[in-house]
């Protein structure tokens, strides 16, 4: 499931930092989106939640837009990071 949330404020000036920005997303994680999964529903292995500072249309590209994003694994009824390195 994805989530998508406006977030002025980490963009321009006194911007919220990158750090607060993916700790807020997980909280998104754990605290709103979690309790948006349909049970009994389709079962769902995967959440993103993405923070930009205007809308966008989904699938749009627009570099002047600032976004953060990260994937969460369903793990025992928690958001486990899902970590995108090699």
């Known amino acids: 499931m994805r989530f998508r949330f406006l977030a002025p404020a980490i963009s321009g ?3 919220l930092d990158v750090e607060d920005a993916l700790s807020d997303i997980a909280w998104l ?7 948006r999964i349909p049970n ?4 769902v292995n995967q959440i ?6 205007r809308e966008v249309p989904f ?3 627009d570099e002047t ?9 369903i793990t025992n009824g928690t958001c486990e990071l ?5």
């Open 65 to 73: 837009v600032t976004q953060y994003f990260d994937a969460f694994n």
């Open 48 to 53: 993103v939640v993405s923070l930009m500072d």
């Open 13 to 15: 000036r006194g911007a």
């Open 82 to 86: 899902e970590l995108f390195y090699d």
């Open 40 to 43: 009994p529903g389709p079962q």
């Open 29 to 35: 994680c754990e605290n709103f989106a979690l309790a």
């Open 59 to 61: 699938g749009e590209a």
